[in-house]
């Protein structure tokens, strides 16, 4: 039984910022990778951003809209990912999801095949 849960979603002026959190329960976070995905109106989910942990290295990747401005990052717990979001645009609302992969490996950097546990996702509104 795996289950996320993800918070800090809310609604924000342009320029702002939030931090997302998800909590993975039911886990094995090592060499499997834990991310964020954002649906908006009228647009196709989008890979956001994505951690892969194997032993004591981390990588991690971005989707190309948000390099430099987003960034994850894994608690003390690493079931818990956060994605603290900064210079917020309009164009970043959405509702954000967390998601955990279910094959071991990184491929999970790359692809979204293998991301079988989601969360049920927050909102997140930017406002001009």
């Known amino acids: 039984q795996v289950q996320l849960v993800e918070s800090g979603g809310g609604s924000v002026q342009a320029g702002g910022s939030l931090r997302l959190s998800c909590a993975a329960s039911?886990?094995?976070?090592?060499?499997?990778?834990m991310g964020w995905f954002r649906q908006a109106p009228g647009k196709e989910r989008e890979g956001v951003a994505r951690?892969?942990?194997?032993?004591?290295?981390?990588?991690?990747a971005y989707a190309d809209s948000v390099k430099g401005r987003f960034t994850i990052s894994q608690g003390n717990a690493k079931n818990t990912v956060y994605l603290q979001m900064n210079s917020l645009k309009p164009e970043d609302t959405a509702m954000y999801y967390c998601?955990?992969?279910?094959?071991?490996?990184?491929?999970?950097?790359?692809?979204?095949?293998?991301?079988?546990?989601w969360g049920q996702g927050t909102q997140v509104i930017v406002s001009s």
């Open positions: 998601a955990a992969d279910s094959a071991r490996g990184g491929d999970c950097l790359y692809t979204a095949r293998s991301f079988a546990y």
């Open positions: 039911g886990y094995t976070y090592n060499n499997n990778c």
């Open positions: 951690i892969y942990t194997a032993g004591s290295s981390t990588f991690v």
